[in-house]
């Protein structure tokens, strides 16, 4: 709505033209989803907080039993901000800015499916249907960036510019992986607070920056990278990353609020997203290397008591691990975000490693 009004604003005075540049909005949206979570957030948790705790998580540590009855589904809250931001300052003529937003409350959608599962009868969706629903709304995002036309079928690997093998048809079976995939790796992340949430806050930054890049002819022509259409995706990012800050003031140490799979599936596959239309979705292993360690964990452990009827880690998700050697829940997620911290600043070194 702002970025219309200064249309006609401008006439009058010429300093609302700068709305119109995305450098602008992306940091006033930010800055106002920032904002108005801190200033509503109290609000929300204590309105509908009876109506949304839970049970602490299955294959948790005991004392995590302490978390009974948070609580949870603070997803909702961050959608709902977000998509009052990307109305005020979106330019909502694009339809990659409708994309973006039905894929993010599509994946809200399932988790919050799961999470009212969980509340009401004690127990979620069953594995199966949560995957089938993914690949449901990862299929329709992967077909409309395919159809669309604003996203090439190629992949783009890191620090080699000229690697860029186009995958035709098969580019909808990859953005549905990177998106499930992604979508999944966050929400085994959510496993203490303020953890998933710290870790998302420098890929969404980062991922932010890259969009910014790619969308722009002459810069992405200096960096030797693909010119895509991802300039109003930066705009997103901001709001997304202001969303995450307003949330972490409430999720932090010690939580008042869980973000539920509501949040953690949603915010995934936004991420997943972002990095598909930037057309730097493989960055995301390096940037998201501390998801891909979570979700390694999981696998390495199941495997492991599979096959060798032993476990390699006291307890997965590896944040598990050193909780039950002895590590501050704090102190964790501190640390991981450092290592997310400085996983996104060596992919944003590799665009220019090339």
């Known amino acids: 709505m702002i970025y219309y009004a200064s249309h006609y604003l401008q006439a009058y005075c010429s300093g609302f033209n700068v709305v119109h540049y995305v450098s602008f909005r992306s940091m006033a949206a930010l800055l106002s989803t920032l904002f108005l979570s801190i200033s509503l957030g109290g609000w929300f948790i204590e309105r509908f907080g009876d109506f949304l705790r839970s049970q602490a998580r299955e294959w948790t540590p005991e004392n995590h039993r302490a978390k009974d009855n948070m609580p949870t589904m603070g997803g909702i809250f961050i959608l709902l901000m977000v998509l009052l931001n990307a109305l005020l300052w979106c330019d909502l003529h694009q339809s990659v800015v409708w994309a973006f937003l039905c894929c993010l409350f599509g994946f809200g959608a399932i988790g919050l499916w799961d999470d009212v599962s969980k509340v009401m009868r004690r127990g979620g969706i069953s594995a199966r249907q949560k995957f089938s629903l993914q690949c449901l709304v990862a299929g329709l995002v992967a077909v409309y960036l395919y ?18 093998p186009s995958l035709g048809l098969l580019f909808i079976p990859w953005a549905i992986f990177v998106l499930v995939g992604t979508s999944n790796a966050v929400n085994l992340t959510d496993g203490l607070d303020g953890l998933a949430i710290n870790a998302l806050l420098p890929n969404f930054a980062t991922f932010s920056i890259i969009c910014y890049l ?50 953690s599936l949603a915010l995934g596959g936004a991420l997943a997203l972002m990095g598909l239309l930037s057309k730097q979705e493989l960055l995301l292993a390096v940037s998201g290397g501390l998801f891909v360690i979570e979700t390694l964990s999981v696998v390495v452990q199941l495997a492991s008591y599979r096959y060798l009827k032993r476990r390699i880690f006291r307890m997965a998700p590896i944040h598990h691990h050193f909780e039950l050697l002895g590590w501050p829940e704090s102190k964790i997620t501190v640390r991981f975000g450092i290592i997310s911290l400085v996983l996104c600043l060596l992919a944003l070194m590799s665009l220019k490693v090339r």
């Not at 159809?147 to 860029?164: D, E, I, R, T, Y």
């Open 214 to 263: 790619a969308g722009h002819a002459k810069l992405a022509a200096y960096l030797a990278i693909p010119f895509a259409h991802s300039s109003e995706v930066t705009v997103l990012g901001g709001i997304l990353v202001g969303a995450s800050l307003g949330f972490l003031w409430f999720n932090t140490y010690p939580a008042q609020i869980f973000m539920g799979d509501v949040g």
């Open 147 to 164: 159809w669309s036309g604003n996203v090439a079928p190629s992949v783009v690997l890191p620090f080699f510019k000229a690697l860029q």
